[in-house]
């Protein structure tokens, strides 16, 4: 269909996507489903000094990350406190698991069936994970004193409820996915991160007022990480694939050839790797606590371990956290890589459907080229990550801006769903020869 550009091409993608009915149904069916989410992160549960609870978040990354996922419900502490990061936390071991144990690599070569089972045990087992966690989670905030009431049916009633919204969410996320647009489950943390947007422009005003140019720069290191994301989220190496076949026609033999590529990414393991060395370097610092001197005395050893491993901590001793956790993300970023590149299985699959990289021979001798080639370009990915991980106190030392923090989670997060989606519509759009949001 050609027509003559008189809009913006977004703009005009945009109003092409309201003018086929399907595509405006799914769109709104998507932005409906948000809005529910949006409503149950402001159902409260009863008995929480929300004043002391917003301040314990200031001090602890982990529950500001487990924050990040539940959209922020997690610092108003609603019943929906937890999101789905349970069902992350339940699908980050199942991917662990499957190449461990048989049953589960028989199911996840099954085709489609077998994906679908495998989610199913995914299912199931974030059920006793949501349990344990929102458990965790209110005898936390009862050793802090901001939750009041803790009598055993009142913690049921609470643990229930928390684990019931955990599932809820799963479902509308799996119905996004089904009648909507994008993958739901990014979609539900995504609307997460968004919500949280008025809250660090309010923030930004109050650095306006107090340090200007800490601000502008500030905005500056944004941006540049935010495109710094970007072309390591697109970034990937081509490996050319050719296929041969035969096919049998009037009695004579045809032979027929093609090519395609691999694209192997530059950024295998997603934000994965910033989720596992969080959990890790958060660790040292939870225990400490419990064994630290109260404040009035003198310090011992666990206040010195709880001041190291505080990402707030000033340099010289903020830069042992910073520094430890640079290298744990690039640790875990190979480890993580590797375990997903080991279960695509990519040389039996090129062998069984007749393709062959050029001057590579079939089966093993592919699969040793192919690993050489991902942990190569693991590199690139590993220190990029390593880099938006660090982008927080870099950003504090330059700008000497506190009140506001570049979340490299956040920022992977965003900017992977809305290219995720932004491809799913410009695919819909091309095959109704429309002109997508894309060049």
């Known amino acids: 269909m050609q027509r003559r550009q008189t809009r913006p091409r977004l703009v005009q993608a945009m109003v092409d996507v309201f003018k ?15 809005v529910v989410f949006r409503f149950l992160c402001h159902v409260p549960l009863p008995g929480v000094d929300i004043d002391a609870l917003h301040q314990l978040f200031e001090q602890n990354q982990l529950l500001g990350m487990l924050d990040l996922f539940s959209g922020g419900a997690m610092s108003n502490f609603s019943v929906a406190a937890m999101g789905v990061y349970p069902y992350i936390t339940a699908s980050i071991i199942m991917q ?6 048989p049953r589960l690599r028989e199911l996840s070569q099954q085709g489609e069936a077998g994906h679908r089972k495998v989610n199913q045990i995914t299912r199931l087992l974030t059920v006793p994970l949501a349990a344990l966690q929102g458990y965790a989670q209110l005898s936390l905030l009862q050793s802090q004193g901001i939750v009041s009431h803790f009598e055993p049916l009142t913690v049921m009633a609470m643990v229930l409820s928390m684990t019931a919204s955990t599932m809820f969410l799963v479902w509308i996320g799996e119905l996004i996915t089904e009648r909507g647009i994008g ?30 140019l800490g601000l502008i720069t500030f905005i500056i290191l944004g941006l540049a990480t935010l495109v710094f994301i970007v072309i390591f989220i697109e970034g990937h190496r081509r490996i050319p694939v050719q296929y041969a076949s035969s096919t049998f026609r009037s009695g004579r033999m045809y032979r027929q050839s093609g090519s395609t590529y691999i694209p192997l990414r530059v950024n295998t393991a997603g934000m994965i790797p910033l989720i596992f060395a969080i959990a890790l370097m958060t660790l040292p610092g939870t225990i400490a606590s419990y064994f630290a001197a109260p404040a009035g005395q003198d310090p011992n050893l666990a206040n010195t371990i709880m001041l190291i491993f505080n990402p707030a901590t000033a340099a010289p001793l903020g830069l042992i956290y910073w520094g430890l956790y640079f290298l744990l993300v690039l640790g875990f970023t190979f480890f993580y890589t590797m375990i997903i590149f080991e279960q695509l299985n990519l040389a039996k699959t090129l062998q069984q459907q007749g393709g062959f990289i050029p001057g590579v021979r079939p089966g093993k001798t592919t699969q040793d080229y192919l690993n050489r080639v991902i942990r190569r370009i693991t590199w690139g990915g590993a220190f990029f990550l390593a880099a938006v991980a660090i982008m927080p106190f870099i950003a504090r ?8 923090t570049i979340s490299s989670t956040a920022l992977l997060i965003a900017v992977g769903v809305a290219l995720d989606t932004m491809k799913q519509l410009e695919a819909q759009l091309t095959m109704r020869r429309y002109e997508g949001f894309l060049k």
């Open 20 to 34: 086929l009915p399907d595509l405006r149904r799914k769109l709104l069916f998507t932005l409906g489903m948000l």
């Open 183 to 212: 993958n739901g489950i990014s979609i539900i943390i995504f609307g997460g991160i968004v919500a949280g947007l008025a809250e660090q422009v309010a923030r930004g005003s109050l650095a306006w007022n107090e340090n200007p």
């Open 96 to 101: 662990l698991l499957v190449p461990v144990i």
């Open 397 to 404: 030392g330059i700008t000497d801006v506190t009140v506001l």
